[in-house]
């Protein structure tokens, strides 16, 4: 059986994939592939997935794309942080599910207009419009947050709790004041020591 590989650099959504592998403690081959110059629309990498993005996993044959599908899968398959009823997963997934619809690619596009691109080349306009997009999500999720301590099971971390806070990464970085049970489980979240040596992979 051969090593579980993960096909994506850590300053990508493949943060997600390796702060899970560093929860399961396996052992896994990182192929530290960039968006850069064409890396994702190779011949090669279009055979591990033809969508061509990362992240993307090879576990012994069996190819895998879809950060979110990725670590429900990895959980599920060792046992870890993988909710233990139907009702747990059903609620793994509908958090995962949520959080990819309705605040990945809103979270991108206003950090990336906001501080990642040089100053000329930034979208005010699309940036105002994923802030305004991305309040009332978040306004949801920290009303879920004062309720119960953790998202799919109440007293424990799980996947979904991964999934999302993962995909929140990058508002470690800003103010979340007004919202505050969402902030405390985003730092605790990302306080695990799996999540700090993902982290240390690309900071
Ligand atoms: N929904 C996908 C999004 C994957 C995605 O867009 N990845 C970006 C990097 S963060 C990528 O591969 N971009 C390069 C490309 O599309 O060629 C997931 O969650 O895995």
Known sequence: MSKL????YAKSRTLRTLWMLEELGIPYDH???????????????????????????????????ESMAINLYLAKKHGKLYPTTALGEARAMQWSFWAAHELDRQIVTWIVNTSSLPIEQRNTKAAL???????????????????????????????????????????????????????????HCWDRPAAKRARAMRE
Do not use: C, M
Request: aromatic share 10%; glycine share 8%; proline share 6%.
């Open 5 to 8: 590989r993960v096909y994506g």
């Open 31 to 65: 192929v530290d592939l960039s968006t850069q110059e064409g890396g994702t629309r190779t011949p090669d990498f279009l055979k591990i997935n033809p969508a061509g993005h990362i992240p993307a996993i090879d576990d012994d044959g069996f190819k895998l794309s």
């Open 129 to 187: 419009a994923a802030r305004e997009e991305i309040e009332w999500p978040l306004q949801v999720l920290n009303g879920e947050l004062g309720k119960q301590q953790y998202l799919a099971d109440p007293d424990t971390f799980t996947v979904a709790d991964l999934n999302v806070a993962a995909i929140l990464y990058r508002l470690l970085f800003v103010d979340l004041t007004g919202k505050p049970h969402l902030d405390k489980w985003l730092r």
